[in-house]
């Protein structure tokens, strides 16, 4: 009997960019359009707004109102939770009342935890993580590492024992990055794709996410994302390399990769 693969959904991380008028939506477009036009190219899509300030669950609600009944939203964790390990209640709780339209409408994917590369393994650290998914309770959580210290032999195993799911990535092979390990710890797999710009990730001239993938560099992706996907219920794959509307290229062209009709 063929095994049978979950479903992979590909967007990007974000899609409200006004560098993105002319090279991905129309000319002239509003911004209050852009999720409207979006739709019709992708069934999902990452919302990183809330890692800067967490909305009133309106802004949310509106958002959800304009897209179809099987799009799916992940929603970014906020700066206070990942980077300053904020353990403040209130914090998680208004950031669930936040998100609760997504989850009443059966269009939340779950929340993507982007830690940045100065958060190392440490018995802290492990703790807070642990933390955050006592918060999040049943609410999916992604955790995505920056620094290649957490890729320990054990760490796979401790995430599925924990229920948190891990966040492949695909950014420079520079020394201290985690490298492109494909690997699904819960019933739903995930993929981010940062572009490779290794001349400006540290700094510099430039944007980090400044970089459009070869067809090349993306089918090394294809095997990975289907091995990823006959394990898992459902896979997504995003793209954040947002710079004038290159990750919404790539990710139209990953599709096509994928051969997926939508």
């Known amino acids: 009997m063929e095994e049978r693969s979950g479903e992979i959904i590909v967007g990007t991380s974000g899609y409200s960019f006004e560098d993105w008028i002319g090279s991905f939506y129309p000319p002239n477009i509003r911004k209050g359009d852009m999720l409207r036009e979006y739709v019709k190219h992708f069934r999902g899509v990452e919302v990183n707004s809330t890692y800067y300030r967490i909305p009133h669950p309106a802004v949310l609600r509106r958002m959800e ?18 980077h300053k390990q904020s353990k403040d209640p209130a914090l998680y709780r208004t950031f669930i009342e936040a998100v609760q339209p997504v989850i009443d409408a059966g269009k939340f994917g779950g ?9 190392k393994r440490t018995r802290e650290n492990i703790d807070h993580i642990e933390y955050m998914k006592a918060r999040f309770g049943d609410l999916p959580l992604f955790i995505e590492f920056r620094n290649s210290e957490w890729i320990t032999p054990g760490l796979f195993e401790n995430l599925r024992s924990i229920g948190i799911g891990y966040c492949s990535v695909d950014e420079p092979r520079l020394r201290g990055l985690v490298p492109p390990i494909a690997e699904v710890t819960t019933d739903v797999g995930y993929v981010r794709l940062h572009g490779r710009n290794a001349r400006s990730w540290w700094g510099g001239t430039g944007d980090r996410y400044d970089y459009l993938y070869s067809e090349d560099e993306l089918r090394q992706w294809v095997e990975k994302i289907k091995a990823m996907a006959a394990k898992a219920k459902k896979t997504f794959v995003f793209f954040n390399n947002c710079h004038a509307g290159q990750a919404a290229r790539n990710a139209k062209l990953m599709k096509e990769l994928l051969k997926l009709t939508f």
């Open 65 to 82: 109102e304009k897209t179809p009944a099987d799009f799916e939203f992940v929603i970014k964790a906020n700066q206070e939770m990942t």
């Open 111 to 119: 929340i993507i935890a982007q830690f940045p590369w100065g958060f």
